[in-house]
């Protein structure tokens, strides 16, 4: 048994305390939300008012918080992490954050005599509840060894990506290739529509095709092919739009930072954003489909 503490007990981060929980850990939580907190204590785990509070005595202390600069004002903010964890504390941030941030605070995190791992997830909230997400995880080989059965417990695979940072980039990198392959499929399905080909033929075709992927196969963007996507239910997320956005600007400051040449990457962001301020934020980001193809999803 650890002693945990989990900042950050939102819509990921309450189902992940509470899977670590059920598997017989000693988990204190502390969120900015004293709802939060309050419905973490009656699912068994242990208020704390403050971070310095959750964190003194806590052997692992993970942090699943919206952005990057969250993450670093409880890090390094005053009253926070670096300043209140116990000597020798393995520090992992589960959250979906800028790569430079994440290297930044691992750094100060060495700095300050704490091994650090960045250790995004995928598989949203559903995966969080079911205790079957995917972890990708950058950092030292040792504190990734101590914190393996943990992600265990949460996660179903977990995938040491290299050092500091790596967990980020993997996540920013797969959510990218996700972004664009949506707007290819929805592209394809409202040129179908136009050429008057029935969506479950090009269904049928592709699906056993060279334009076989995971956006067309398991998350199709048009209802009918796949009962259980979200374009069966008015495009209720699931993974929403507006979070798409948020990976997709990730991806494109790290190409920015990196040289590297993301086209379609940009491309998509850019039309995730058009999505977004005309009021698709909140839909499922496969609601793209409706968006391209002139229709307007219920929830927009
Ligand atoms: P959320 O907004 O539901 O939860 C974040 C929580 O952090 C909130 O409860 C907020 O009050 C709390 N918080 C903010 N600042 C804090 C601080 N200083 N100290 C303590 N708590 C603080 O967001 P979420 O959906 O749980 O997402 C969390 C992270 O996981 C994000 O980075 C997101 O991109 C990533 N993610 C989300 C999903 C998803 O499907 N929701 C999937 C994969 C990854």
């Known amino acids: 048994m650890a002693t945990i503490a989990f900042l950050g007990l939102g819509n990921m981060g309450a189902p992940m305390a509470r899977n670590l929980i059920k598997a017989g850990h000693q988990v204190t939580g502390y969120d900015i939300s004293e709802k939060a907190v309050a419905a973490f204590a009656d699912a068994g785990g242990r208020a704390a008012g403050s971070i310095g509070e959750a964190v003194k005595a806590a052997e692992i202390v993970f942090t699943m918080l919206p952005a990057g600069p969250h993450v670093d ?59 079957t997400l995917t972890f990708m995880v950058g950092g030292e080989a040792a504190a990734y060894a101590s914190a393996e059965p943990l992600f265990a417990v949460m996660g179903k695979t ?25 707007i290819g499929v929805s592209e394809a399905f409202a ?44 495009y209720r997320p699931g993974f929403s739009a507006a979070m798409m956005l948020k990976d997709l600007k990730l991806a494109q400051a790290a190409a920015n930072q990196s040289g590297a040449s993301i086209p379609l990457g940009s491309g998509a962001a850019a039309l995730y954003n058009l999505f977004c301020t005309q009021g698709g934020g909140d839909t499922d980001f496969s609601g793209i489909f409706a968006y391209l193809s002139g229709q307007v999803p219920k929830q927009m």
């Open 73 to 131: 004002e409880a890090y390094r903010g005053a009253g926070g992490i670096f300043e209140n964890a116990a000597a020798g504390a393995l520090l992992i941030d589960c959250s979906t954050i800028d790569v430079a941030t994440a290297r930044a605070v691992s750094a100060a995190a060495g700095e300050a005599g704490f091994a650090m791992l960045d250790a995004p997830v995928s598989g949203g909230t559903v995966g969080a509840e079911a205790g």
């Open 191 to 234: 040129l179908a529509d136009r050429l008057g080909l029935d969506r479950q033929k090009l269904f049928d075709v592709s699906s056993k095709s060279s334009g076989q992927c995971w956006s067309l196969t398991t998350y199709c963007p048009v209802p009918g092919p796949v009962p259980t996507s979200p374009a069966n239910r008015d």
């Open 158 to 182: 977990v995938v040491h990506c290299g050092d500091a940072g790596t967990g980020q980039a993997a996540k920013m990198c797969n959510n990218m290739i996700l972004g664009i392959s949506m």
